[in-house]
């Protein structure tokens, strides 16, 4: 997008270009929140793995139950350690969200929703015919897209058919 006098002569479009550069603020700090919260959940991860690999260190439930009976691990353990003894690693890859998982998700939603209104409020900037030349170019990109999609799925069944 050009920036020219012209477009800040317009109150409304100065309006547009303030309202996007706040949202591209938000964002900024928002991909910094993302990526923390990415970090905790590899370390929550992590911590699930470890905790996996030390009930798998056991034999049998016999096993658990004895360190538990000496007091090698807590009650809390005992039960966690027996349920990932039994379920094995369907356990690890089917487990319920943690808070993390659903912050980065809930977080996740309202970054979409303010980049959608970034780009809309950037957009209503432009000049009527800027904005008819932006739609032209976005419906060519779809249309490319679209044939490159087909062209991907002809190769394909060619590929099929030659087998």
């Known amino acids: 997008m050009k920036k020219t006098a012209q477009q800040y002569l317009n109150s409304e479009a100065h309006g547009y270009l303030m309202e996007s550069k706040a949202c591209k603020l938000l964002l900024k700090d928002f991909e910094r929140i993302r990526a923390k919260l990415r970090r905790h959940i590899e370390k929550e991860a992590a911590e ?11 034999c049998s439930e016999a096993d658990i139950q004895e360190a538990y009976g000496w007091e090698f691990i807590t009650e809390q353990q005992y039960e966690h350690y027996l349920e990932l003894f039994r379920q094995g690693r369907k356990a690890l890859d089917e487990h319920s969200p943690t808070v993390t998982e659903l912050a980065l998700s809930i977080l996740n939603r309202i970054f ?3 980049d959608r209104d970034c780009r809309q409020y950037a957009f209503e900037a432009l000049s009527p015919e800027e904005q008819l030349a932006q739609r032209k170019r976005a419906e060519e990109s779809q249309e490319a897209w679209k044939q ?3 062209d991907l799925k002809e190769k394909m069944r060619s590929a099929a058919e030659a087998e």
Do not use: L
């Open 48 to 58: 699930r793995e470890a905790e996996f690999e030390a009930a798998v260190q056991y």
């Open 148 to 150: 490159y999609i087909a």
């Open 112 to 114: 979409q929703d303010i």
